[in-house]
């Protein structure tokens, strides 16, 4: 069962430069997210679909896109990476975007910006 | 404003001991889910729980809803349940505390 596969697991970017970190998931479910992961702070969610074809803004969406390609999988995009971006992305996914679903996170993708 | 507080921030226990981890909340939530983050490692969900008491193998987490806090509490610690807990409530969106990192000396 592989679950939440996240590739890369690292990568090191130049600032201006664009980048795509893709997600995938094995459990049908409809709703994924794409978190970012900074010290001394709790996971922020940037952006989430609730279902295939669907896509909204989280808390901190500037600066990124998303595609929700299938139901198994969601990239983001970095389109001008900066150094403000440097930071540890998770995705995850649930059965549906309802509060009393508990999320499946992948290993994540550790990003450093020069 | 942190919607999600924990404490502490850092625990170090000798193998054996019994530890809690506590989590205090200011909005209202459907349910309260506790985290694990091991080093360089992904995140895997231990409990979801919205009253009451929960209980796997050497963890149990329970919550009080009328006061909004929750502990997590381990029994007979081992160094491999070293890694940062992380609580979280779910609503309207969910909100992540910023954790608490465990290491377990043997």
């Known amino acids: 069962n592989a679950g939440v596969t996240q590739t890369p697991k690292f990568q090191v970017l130049k600032t201006g430069q664009s980048m795509t970190l893709q997600c995938a998931q094995d459990m049908n479910h409809n709703s994924m997210y794409w978190y970012r992961q900074d010290p001394g702070m709790g996971l922020r969610l940037i952006y989430y679909s609730a279902s295939e074809g669907t896509t909204d803004k989280g808390e901190v969406p500037n600066g990124y896109n998303v595609s929700r390609l299938n139901k198994r999988e969601f990239s983001l995009r970095l389109e001008s990476a900066a150094p403000s971006q440097t930071s540890v992305y998770f995705c995850?996914?649930?059965?549906?975007?309802?509060?009393?679903?508990?999320?499946?996170f992948g290993d994540g993708t550790r990003l450093s910006i020069l | 404003k942190n919607e999600v507080e924990q404490s502490p921030q850092n625990l170090t226990a000798q193998e054996g001991e019994f530890i809690t981890i506590n989590c205090s909340y200011s909005v209202g939530i459907s349910a309260l889910h506790w985290l694990q983050q091991h080093p360089g490692g992904g995140i895997v969900s231990l409990f979801m729980?919205?009253?009451g008491k929960k209980k796997h193998g050497r963890l149990i987490a329970t919550i009080n809803i009328q006061e909004k806090h929750s502990s997590l509490h381990i029994t007979a610690s081992h160094p491999r349940d070293s890694a940062v807990y992380i609580c979280?409530?779910?609503?309207?969106?969910?909100?992540f505390g910023t954790g608490t990192s465990l290491t377990v000396i043997p």
């Open positions: 979280a409530v779910s609503g309207n969106q969910f909100y």
């Open positions: 995850a996914s649930s059965v549906s975007g309802g509060p009393n679903q508990p999320q499946h």
């Open positions: 729980l919205s009253s």
